[in-house]
């Protein structure tokens, strides 16, 4: 499903991030591990799709993610992967379901309001769906985000450090809601940590180191 060989990026030219090779079959669930700077935002950045110009191989679902168009990437990237990000990049004048609404919208998919209701309800989010962003919990936001990422069933999941403004209870609630999204389409799960409470939970591990 995912494989990375030789990768390296630069955000200048003269210095180099590289990346060890890994491969990441259909419905396996890893932690991406390492020290700050290390580069795993860019890492899920570049197997998101995020990030082009990258030297080495990405490939995703057997396609190389150099050879799409941008727009093509962009609809790649709204199909198949659902991103949660360190900071929600949630929209906090619209509502629940508005935000929730994008996902779909982006990737160009038909709005499916029964699915969105399966899914705040999954999260316990059912009565909040009319409600705007900035009158949520920080909890309740992020669990938004979550929904955002799973709605459109992606075989992918890559969450970036979800869990670490977490006290331990709600993050045992972000791991158990992340393991059952991603069991239920049997998506790939890859969550970027330095949460070391998240080791007892996922037990497959990439490790980066800085260079
Ligand atoms: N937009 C950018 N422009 C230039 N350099 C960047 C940019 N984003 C990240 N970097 C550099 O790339 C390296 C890897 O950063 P990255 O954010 O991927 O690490 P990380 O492991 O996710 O760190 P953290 O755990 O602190 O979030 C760092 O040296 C960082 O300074």
């Given at each position: 499903m995912i494989q990375v060989s030789n990768l390296a990026f630069r955000?200048?030219?003269?210095v180099a991030i590289r990346f060890p090779d890994f491969s990441v079959a259909r419905g396996q669930h890893f932690l991406l591990l390492g020290d700050s700077g290390s580069g795993k935002t860019t890492l899920l950045h570049l197997v998101g799709g995020l990030l082009r110009n990258y030297e080495g191989s990405v490939s995703v679902d057997s396609t190389e993610l150099a050879t799409l168009s941008e727009t093509a990437l962009d609809r790649f990237r709204g199909q198949k992967i659902g991103f949660i990000f360190q900071r929600n990049?949630?929209?906090?004048?619209?509502s629940v379901e508005q935000n929730l609404m994008m996902s779909p919208y982006l990737a160009g998919l038909p709005i499916d309001n029964g699915r969105i209701a399966d899914v705040l309800a999954t999260l316990g989010l059912a009565e909040k769906?009319?409600?705007?962003?900035?009158?949520?919990?920080q909890g309740q936001a992020q669990r938004v985000a979550i929904a955002r990422a799973v709605l459109n069933k992606p075989a992918i999941i890559f969450a970036d450090?979800?869990?670490?403004?977490?006290d331990d209870k709600n993050c045992d609630r972000v791991i158990a809601l992340l393991l059952e999204a991603a069991s239920q389409h049997e998506s790939t799960l890859i969550i970027a940590t330095h949460d070391q409470r998240l080791k007892s939970h996922l037990t497959q591990q990439i490790q980066l180191t800085a260079s």
């Open positions: 955000y200048s030219p003269s990049h949630l929209l906090s004048a619209l769906r009319k409600s705007r962003v900035n009158t949520l919990s450090e979800p869990t670490s403004a977490l």
